[in-house]
């Protein structure tokens, strides 16, 4: 059933790079947006000023805009509405729903360091609560009048019925004694005056879910919905980390992933429908709901995305490949001869490729000859191997500049047979001439593309090496 008063958003902090898994966040996120006919908005989380930073902040941006997951309106920065976070603490003081603390840090220090000693779970002993604490001299923080008796129960999309009795939340900080509001106290704040209808978030929010509606009854205001995804692990079962490879989404896009790749990867883990593994973006949106988002945690899967990466990278219009290609290639001038070469080159290449960069690199043989030889080439250069090359040499001049795969196969076939070798000896011994290496696509199909000059002068070099 569609919902189109649905109001979600993606509240990233860019205090570190934009996680994988943060993506994954942002896709459910605008897809159940979409899917509902509803809002997805942003907002940065930069409250920490510490570790927040421009450069993570555009990041986001720009990850966002690469993956095609637009958000409505204007982004909400979360540092511009800390007077706003301010009243609100103020507010619940006024209605008697919070309370000055004037415990030190050092007390509190102190009385934790004895739970500890006591093997005992450490919680505020609310003794500012009754108000009669008072203290001069001291700057107090706010903290919230928890409820102490019952228990609260969430309904989670994902998880279900979760309930924590209240007996074990305390009463957290709003509002330092710095003046400066918790992000408790902001998330809830905001999330209210964005009018958000559902937070769906990482499952590691779960604990601060149970805290945070205590200020959203404190406060009287509707209690949006949750759903809490698993997180994204690694292969070994561990949370997903820079020790199981990329994490960071621009690395992703550096490595030569294409969003579409990522956008479909994500979005089958932790979700499915039926057998799909393929699914466009007007089919993700069809069909993605909460039902099949499973409730235990997706083991990030490497191999299924370079699978899916090089679906998408098959599929795709070659000229917008070759675009795509040129940024791996910045640093080399591609003129407009190479460009067509490499266009010719791109059906054979784009089937032995996982990610653009890969495509790039091999397309390389079509921008310039071979610098250096791979170690195993060596063995095409002897004396043998040259005089073969030199006899087809004789039979190369003798073309018109304009060669053909069949032609050339042909020529090739003809000489091994007088010679009395193996077809794969001279191909070898071509494909190390033109390539340096000794895997590539047909030689013969290499050297249409490369015209006659160019290839006998790859050729004549590699026999003088
Ligand atoms: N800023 C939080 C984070 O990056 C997300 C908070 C939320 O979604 O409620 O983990
Ligand atoms: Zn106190």
Redesign the pocket.
């Known amino acids: 059933m569609k919902n189109d008063s649905v109001v979600v958003?993606?509240?990233?902090?860019p205090t570190g790079i934009l996680h994988i898994g943060?993506v994954r966040?942002a896709l459910f996120n605008w897809l159940y947006a979409k899917h509902n006919g509803g809002k997805f908005l942003l907002r940065i989380?930069d409250t920490d000023r510490i570790r927040s930073t421009h450069e993570n902040t555009i990041l986001i941006f720009d990850v966002l805009k690469w993956m095609g997951l637009d958000y409505d309106g204007e982004a909400v920065i979360q540092s511009s509405r800390i007077d706003r976070h301010k009243e609100v603490a103020l507010n619940l003081i006024q209605n008697g729903k919070a309370y000055y603390c004037y415990c030190s840090q050092k007390e509190l220090e102190e009385k934790k360091n004895k739970a500890l000693a006591e093997g005992t779970q450490y919680k505020y002993d609310r003794i500012c609560r009754d108000g009669n604490s008072k203290r001069s001299g001291t700057s107090p923080v706010i903290r919230l009048k928890s409820e102490i008796e019952g228990s609260t129960t969430i309904s989670d999309m994902v998880q279900g019925d979760v309930t924590v009795s209240n007996s074990q939340l305390d009463d957290m900080v709003l509002l330092r004694s710095d003046g400066s509001p918790t992000?408790m106290l902001s998330?809830v704040v905001d999330?209210h005056d964005m009018e958000i209808t559902h937070?769906i978030?990482?499952d590691?929010?779960l604990t601060?879910t149970f805290r945070q509606i205590q200020i959203y009854k404190a406060c009287g205001w509707n209690i949006p919905k949750f759903g809490h995804i698993p997180l994204i692990y690694g292969q070994d079962g561990a949370k997903l980390s820079k020790r199981h490879g990329a994490v960071s989404t621009v690395e992703y896009k550096d490595l030569g992933y294409l969003p579409e790749a990522i956008f479909n990867y994500l979005l089958r883990l932790g979700w499915s429908h039926g057998d799909s593994e393929i699914i466009s973006k007007e089919e993700a949106i069809e069909w993605f709901d909460f039902n099949n988002v499973g409730k235990s945690p997706s083991r990030f899967d490497i191999n299924k995305l370079n699978y899916i990466n090089a679906y998408y990278m098959r599929r795709m219009n070659e000229d917008k490949l070759l675009e795509y290609m040129q940024q791996f290639m910045k640093d080399t001038i591609v003129d407009e001869c190479s460009k067509n070469r490499m266009r010719k080159g791109l059906k054979s290449l784009k089937d032995r490729a996982e990610t653009v960069l890969d495509l790039a690199v091999s397309s390389m043989i079509y921008v310039m000859g071979p610098e250096k030889y791979s170690e195993e080439c060596s063995k095409y250069n002897d004396s043998f191997h040259k005089d073969l090359l030199l006899e087809f040499l004789n039979s190369l001049e003798s073309k018109d500049e304009q060669i053909y795969e069949q032609d050339l196969l042909n020529s090739a076939k003809e000489l091994v047979l007088k010679k009395n070798v193996k077809l794969v000896e001279l191909a070898q011994s071509l494909r190390s001439a033109l390539t340096g290496k000794v895997v590539s696509p047909s030689v013969f199909e290499i050297m249409e593309i490369l015209g006659k000059s160019e290839s006998i002068s790859r050729i004549k070099k590699f026999v003088s090496a």
């Open positions: 958003r993606f509240a990233p902090s943060s966040t989380e992000y998330v999330d937070v978030r990482g590691d929010h601060n």
